[in-house]
């Protein structure tokens, strides 16, 4: 009898209980890449989706363009939010996911180009002023004085008949009879009309002839209209039918013309209202014309100019842009870079472990060639002198000698790195209780939610192998990041430390219903039935309504699927009954 009842319970474990030797709270859908963070904070590898916030090889390069533009007092970034329910719980405040970085960046300096205002997001730049455009005219009519009030009214409805991008728009039938401030008006939608029609040579006509009229806003507007739309004719001749866009079939020609419509505006307007976004414009003809020199030198005017009528950087959107035309360019020269910004991002990115073919790491000599280049920050360069030891050379004790000997006041994000790379270096030294003080101290000294979740996940790896469950629990808890209690209790705790947490009065009832789930499901596992009927005893009175994402209960959806453990026994043949899951272990363990 104990032999059939072993072979029965073995295939309740097999198939019914599959999800829970392999439990992740986490489901898949389809093909769809999966992001989770290396707690253990040791990457060597570019990994997007654990990133740091300190300048580190493995980071994504948009990440370490973002720190740096922080130190160099541009941008403003927001605190992560982290996962907050235990059972779930992936990510903590540090590692994040790089992809969420951006839209928590923020401008300290104003962006002087008026920001566009828009409904939903949009992928041509043509559709880009849209909803904006629309308030400007209507705001410019009802002001002129020139158009009488009846004709005020259609030209508003005309323009609101414009109402998505991308659709065939009619041109307006302009009636011989209107004032002539209103006609030149409604010209100036028809050209409008053409150009979100992409019909760029007919609305640079009409555009081209309103740069002559005697109404300031008209006369202003359509220059710089020149310049949108000589730039959408030309780049339309580099993108094939994907939408990809190949550089070498941009027409030459429309992009001189482009470049001469930006100087162009530029001269006759010094201080006009759209000098910042004529500027911006720039960057987009250098790199259209592959001239990566011009391209890098006007970022850097930039960053090196934030109070300037002409700054127009959205730190949102810069390291995007640069990581696509810069870095990612086919006219990539490393001889462009000159200043300390690009040249740490590149040199970090040149320090990651990589199986590309093409990959070489940057030497010692040539990144010791770059020192002249970082005379203006000369603790960057110390850093990365020190990275370069650690991360490539394998030299950790020496990497010491190039960070400060005293502690850094942590009030950069260069800091950060540099307290960081120390911890790291005692880590790589084999000084394990040295490593454990220092997270503490830092921890305790943090003064953000970055250099806290940063700290707190270092140090909660030395507790989780000392097996220090208390770290973990309680209101005064060490390790407060639901992920990292939940990868303790999950991955790591022992079956002793599993039994005290359940036990603690510290414990809130996730922990202590994450670690009953963890304890059953490896005392199954590890057939060690006495365990499993022990632990069994800890399960809920309403254990069979945790079903997972399946229960009926919304507030149960997001906790352990406690169901799993609870089978009532079957018939599966005439001859061959299943009792019910207690029975069973009893059985086993008698």
């Not at 997007?48 to 740096?68: E, F, I, R």
């Not at 150009?195 to 710089?224: C, G, H, M, P, R």
């Not at 219903?513 to 009927?533: D, G, M, P, R, W």
Request: proline share 4%; net charge positive; charged share 20%.
């Amino acid at each position: 009898m104990k032999l059939q009842n072993k072979f029965i319970f073995k295939s309740i474990v097999y198939s019914s209980l599959s999800l829970v030797i392999y439990y992740s709270p986490i489901t898949y859908a389809g093909v769809e890449q999966f992001c989770e963070p290396n707690l253990a904070i040791n990457d060597k590898n570019l990994n997007g989706c654990s990133n740091l916030p300190v300048l580190y090889p493995a980071n994504d390069s948009q990440t370490n363009m973002t720190l740096l533009l922080s130190d160099l007092g541009l941008a403003t970034i927001k605190p992560m939010t982290a996962d907050a329910n235990l059972w779930d719980a992936v990510y903590g405040m540090v590692p994040f996911d790089a992809a969420n970085l951006s839209s928590l960046t923020q401008n300290k300096m104003p962006n002087r180009r008026k920001l566009l205002e828009r409904n939903d997001t949009v992928f041509d730049e043509r559709c880009t002023s849209f909803d904006s455009g629309n308030q400007a005219f209507n705001t410019q009519v009802q002001n002129n004085k020139a158009i009488p009030n009846l004709e005020k009214q259609i030209l508003i409805s005309e323009r609101k008949k414009m109402n998505q991008c991308g659709d065939k728009i009619e041109l307006i039938a302009i009636n011989p009879n209107w004032s002539i401030t209103t006609r030149q008006y409604a010209s100036y939608l028809n050209a409008s009309i053409l150009f979100y029609n992409s019909n760029y040579s007919a609305a640079t006509k009409i555009y081209t002839v309103l740069t002559t009229v005697e109404d300031a806003w008209l006369k202003e507007t359509s220059q710089y209209m020149l310049i949108r739309t000589s730039l959408n004719s030309a780049y339309a001749t580099g993108v094939d039918k994907y939408g990809d866009v190949y550089l070498d079939n941009i027409n030459q020609n429309l992009l001189k013309q482009f470049l001469d419509n930006i100087n162009a505006y530029l001269k006759a307007y010094p201080n006009g209202q759209y000098v910042a976004s004529a500027r911006g414009f720039m960057r987009r003809g250098f790199w259209l014309s592959k001239r990566q020199d011009l391209l890098v030198n006007e970022i850097v005017w930039q960053l090196k100019n934030p109070t300037s009528k002409f700054y127009n950087l959205e730190m949102s959107e810069l390291p995007a842009e640069i990581d696509r035309r810069v870095f990612d360019s086919s006219a990539f020269n490393v001889n462009n870079l000159k200043d300390p910004f690009f040249l740490a991002v590149y040199d970090l990115m040149h320090m990651r472990e990589s199986s590309s073919e093409n990959y070489r790491p940057i030497s010692w000599t040539q990144l010791n060639a770059q020192k002249e280049l970082f005379k203006t920050q000369p603790e960057l360069f110390q850093y990365l002198q020190a990275a370069h030891l650690f991360f490539v050379q394998n030299k950790a004790q020496e990497a010491q000698n190039y960070l400060p000997k005293a502690n850094a006041k942590n009030s950069s994000y260069l800091q950060l790195s540099q307290i960081f790379l120390r911890g790291q270096i005692l880590e790589k030294i084999g000084q394990p209780q040295n490593a454990e003080e220092y997270w503490r101290q830092q921890l305790a000294q943090a003064k953000d939610s970055y250099q806290r979740g940063l700290f707190e996940t270092a140090l909660s790896n030395h507790l989780a192998i000392k097996q220090d469950y208390s770290a973990f629990i309680g209101k005064k808890a060490q390790i407060t990041q639901p992920n990292l209690q939940r990868n303790f209790i999950t991955q790591i705790a022992d079956t002793n430390s599993l039994q005290k947490l359940i036990q603690s009065e510290q414990s809130n009832i996730d922990q202590k219903q994450a670690a009953i789930y963890t304890l059953l499901s490896k005392s199954l596992v590890h057939q060690q039935f006495e365990l499993f009927k022990q632990s069994h005893a800890f399960m809920p009175k309403n254990a069979m309504q945790y079903k997972g994402y399946n229960s009926d209960n919304e507030q149960l959806k997001n906790k352990p699927d406690l169901s799993n453990f609870i089978r009532n026994g079957a018939n599966i043949t005439p001859q061959l009954k299943c009792s019910n899951l207690e029975t069973l272990v009893n059985q086993l363990i008698n």
